[in-house]
């Protein structure tokens, strides 16, 4: 049982967003429409997948300090065929999202918690715990991007709703610090299992950006 | 202890009662829409008071009481045909967000007043900047018509202002009603500065800040018109007493309190004349909270130091007259 909620535990109690505050920028910059999300989701899931598996196949006797290099050559080489695609799937937005786009590649999760973490699992348990820490990132991000779009810009997916109030200041990045933080100390108050050592757990659950 | 807690819920009834003041004025020039907005303010903030400090786990002692006065500051500083909606999610804001986010009324970073403005300058920014005529009285559950931009916005764009003396004193302007009441607001600051109520030390140097610039760098031809225009306008001398001066955020120390006044003041005007945007004294004193912080925490540090001193000179005041003796190290040996 344990074992099990050690694997899943990326999605709820080890969240990297609301317990470890990683990868928050795109979600406080880039997060206040569903498309800009989506395309984030699709980028740091893609991307973040295919670079830690990679990743688990160097050898583990090579120091900390040259495998984390080795880990960011490879998240930039799987990052060029994933903006190739996200180009043709999401027209536009790439531009928008400007520079967080390629931050995504240099996440916390591919440079510094692959070694610390999923690289001493064995293959099948680093798998589904690797896609929890995703879907985890990935759920935290929509119903963010989802809420601010919808109180910020009165919009749904880009369709208009009938709302009469808009709060447009949540649609900048003070008002996504604000409703993070929010959601953040919600979190914690209904997930009480969360250590305090996710939050100051040193350096590997540190927000990289 | 006890003096101290006294001592701050009487500092919270002397600006109330200031601030009841300008209400009243706010009342003669706008009618009864600003009691009825002003009675929904205070009624949010005191329902999110209670429930974030419930939330907390926090009790609800008097000085929570703050949480009107930061209310009553923020609805003088709206239009008085403000949507009640909006302003009820600005109390809400500088509640729980600006305030109690951050640690409650004992840790806080910033005004909570000025957070919310500066949150609905970003979200509504069209219905904070347009206001009514004086003596355009809107009905309680009415919509103005005719709105048109503030004194302030005609001065930061040409430099003028077509209102006598008497006018800008009396606040019959348009504008937030309790900011450009000029007199009454003149009289506030000399009962709370004599009652010590806000911080000396800020309110000098905001304004000497301001006057100094508007002196030497005038905004119109005339230098007097510049000292006179800028003070009456963009909420400056509102902001130095109920904002800047506030004694939950300024530094102790009216040394330190006195720049960190000076700089907010400086800053704003230098941004005034450069960018001619209204009010940006308000979004300075939040911005200026690491400056605030910084200056208590040396304030911390140079207590401790005077106290690590001061104990110190005493146990050599005391070795000295022998009242106090320094165990031998054969005694310390044989105690242990």
New interface residues.
């Given amino acids: 049982m344990n074992n099990r909620c050690s694997i899943l535990d990326g999605f709820i109690t080890g969240n990297a967003v609301l317990s470890g505050f990683m990868v928050i920028s795109p979600i406080i910059v880039c997060g206040n429409t569903i498309m800009n999300s989506l395309a984030l989701i699709y980028a740091f899931s893609a991307i973040t997948f295919l670079s830690v598996t990679i990743g688990s196949f160097i050898p583990k006797k090579l120091s900390f300090g040259f495998k984390t290099i080795i880990h960011a050559v490879i998240a930039s080489l799987v990052y060029i065929p994933v903006k190739m695609a996200a180009e043709e799937f999401f027209p536009g937005v790439i531009e928008r999202i400007g520079i967080y786009f390629m931050l995504v590649a240099v996440n916390s999760i591919i440079v510094v918690q692959s070694q610390t973490k999923f690289h001493n699992m064995t293959k099948g348990k680093m798998t589904v715990s690797l896609i929890c820490h995703i879907l985890g990132f990935d759920v935290v991000m929509l119903v963010i991007s989802a809420v601010r779009e919808l109180l910020a810009y009165g919009t749904f997916c880009g369709r208009i709703v009938d709302a009469d109030m808009f709060i447009s200041g949540l649609g900048m990045p003070f008002g996504g610090f604000i409703l993070l933080g929010l959601a953040c100390g919600l979190y914690r108050s209904i997930v009480p299992s969360v250590k305090n050592d996710d939050i100051a757990g040193g350096g590997s659950n540190v927000s990289d950006f | 202890m006890q003096n101290k807690i006294k001592s701050q819920r009487f500092i919270w009834i002397d600006i109330m009662l200031t601030l009841l003041a300008l209400v009243t004025m706010e009342y003669f020039y706008y009618g009864a829409r600003t009691l009825a907005l002003s009675g929904i303010c205070v009624s949010v903030s005191f329902v999110a008071e209670i429930i974030s400090l419930r939330l907390m786990k926090r009790k609800f002692t008097a000085d929570d009481l703050t949480c009107i006065s930061d209310s009553l500051i923020l609805c003088l500083m709206l239009p008085a045909v403000m949507d009640y909606?909006?302003a009820s999610?600005a109390c809400v804001f500088a509640v729980v967000?600006a305030k109690n986010?951050f640690g409650g009324r004992k840790n806080m970073i910033f005004s909570p007043t000025a957070a919310a403005y500066v949150?609905l300058l970003?979200?509504?920014k069209s219905q904070v900047l347009m206001f009514s005529e004086p003596h355009v009285h809107t009905g309680i559950f009415e919509n103005a018509e005719h709105l048109v931009s503030s004194a302030s916005h005609g001065f930061n764009t040409s430099g003028r202002m077509n209102y006598t003396d008497f006018e800008i004193l009396m606040g019959n302007v348009s504008g937030p009603a309790g900011a450009v009441s000029i007199l009454l607001l003149a009289v506030a600051a000399v009962i709370l500065i004599l009652r010590r109520d806000i911080s000396f030390g800020a309110f000098a140097g905001t304004v000497i800040g301001t006057a100094f610039l508007a002196f030497f760098v005038p905004v119109c031809n005339n230098q007097w018109d510049s000292l006179k225009y800028t003070f009456s306008t963009n909420m400056v001398l509102f902001a130095a007493i109920y904002i800047i001066s506030d004694r939950r955020i300024a530094p102790k120390r009216n040394y330190y309190a006195f720049f960190y006044g000076f700089f907010i003041a400086t800053f704003s005007y230098i941004l005034v004349i450069t960018t001619g945007k209204e009010n940006v004294i308000v979004i300075l004193s939040v911005l200026f909270a690491p400056v605030s912080l910084g200056f208590r925490n040396l304030e911390n540090q140079i207590d401790t130091l005077v106290k690590e001193e001061k104990d110190a000179e005493d146990l050599w005041e005391a070795i000295k007259s022998g009242e106090f003796e320094i165990p031998e190290a054969e005694e310390v040996l044989t105690d242990e």
Wanted: aromatic share 22%; no cysteine.
């Fill in positions: 909606t909006i999610i967000v986010i949150f970003t979200s509504w």
